[in-house]
């Protein structure tokens, strides 16, 4: 057994190694300061769940972090490279990867193309491969299609592959979301609501991924106003309210906290 509390300690040292730093963001649309002054760090393996009210940010603080919007000022790291003024797709290869609130699948394309189009090492990406890859090409093809068939597996979406991810339920399709961002290799998942208006056996589902996630050494932000599931998979909770973070702790110590019981009963 010598060397076990060595192992553990070092896992401890892993396990809270920073991830993503978000320092002094702002951003402000016309009179609105949909970030005001907002810091906040993700560290690996963590769930970390971002709540408050509707209007509060959350939303737009996946857009600044993705490079969807441009904040006004402030500093974003993701393992201690700059994340803004990059374009969403530079900060997807970097390892970050989110699923929108209103989903954004391309609805006309097969569930297994749109996990496909997710795969950093894209066939014929670069000019050459054109011409002188093929070969590599359709190796690369190959495994890419089993990689996401094995991905798909996993979710329970196996037998939907080929069906048009608009034929798929809602439920499903946030599953499919998830499964792209696991595609693209992403280190760190921004999940905007990723349980709200479904069946509660979808729920459970999408859940219990969540909660598998750090075990493969992935971190989550989720955006949920459904605070039990918030309760059930996060670590630790932020909750924010006009842009600005009000408190953060176990999800027992902010669901208790007289400032986020005080803003939801407003
Ligand atoms: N692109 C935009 N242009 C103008 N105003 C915006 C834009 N995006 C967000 N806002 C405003 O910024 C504020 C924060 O919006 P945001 O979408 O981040 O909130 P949220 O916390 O995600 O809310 P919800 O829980 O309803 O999704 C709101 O007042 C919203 O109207
Ligand atoms: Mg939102």
């Given at each position: 057994m010598k060397g076990q509390g060595a192992r553990d300690r070092t896992f401890c040292v892993l396990k809270m190694k920073e991830l993503l730093t978000v320092k002094n963001l702002n951003k402000h649309f016309d009179g609105i300061k949909?970030?005001?002054d907002f810091s906040c760090t993700i560290n690996q393996n963590e769930i970390v769940g971002l709540i408050g009210p509707n209007g509060a940010g959350k939303s737009t603080l996946f857009n600044v972090i993705t490079g969807f919007i441009q904040s006004d000022s402030g500093l974003a790291h993701f393992k201690e490279r700059?994340?803004?003024?990059?374009?969403p797709n530079k900060i997807s290869k970097l390892g970050i990867s989110r699923i929108f609130q209103n989903l954004r699948l391309i609805?006309?394309?097969t569930v297994l193309e749109n996990v496909l189009l997710s795969?950093?090492?894209?066939?014929?990406?670069?000019?050459g491969n054109i011409f002188f890859k093929q070969k590599l090409s359709g190796k690369i093809e190959n495994e890419n299609r089993t990689r996401a068939m094995a991905l798909l597996k996993g979710a329970g979406?196996?037998?939907?592959?080929?069906?048009?991810?608009?034929?798929?339920s809602y439920g499903q399709q946030k599953l499919l979301s998830i499964v792209c961002c696991l595609a693209a290799g992403a280190e760190l998942l921004l999940l905007d609501e990723?349980?709200?208006?479904?069946a509660p056996e979808m729920i459970e589902k999408i859940l219990t991924i969540i909660t598998g996630l750090p075990q493969q050494g992935k971190a989550v932000i989720i955006i949920e106003h459904n605070m039990d599931a918030i309760s059930r998979v996060c670590n630790r909770v932020v909750f924010m309210d006009a842009g600005q973070k009000v408190c953060e702790g176990t999800p027992e110590e902010v669901r208790n906290d007289p400032q986020v019981i005080e803003a939801y009963l407003d």
């Open positions: 949909a970030l005001d700059k994340v803004l003024g990059k374009s609805r006309q394309m795969f950093k090492n894209q066939p014929g990406e670069e000019l979406i196996a037998e939907k592959a080929n069906d048009l991810a608009n034929n798929m990723p349980v709200a208006g479904i």
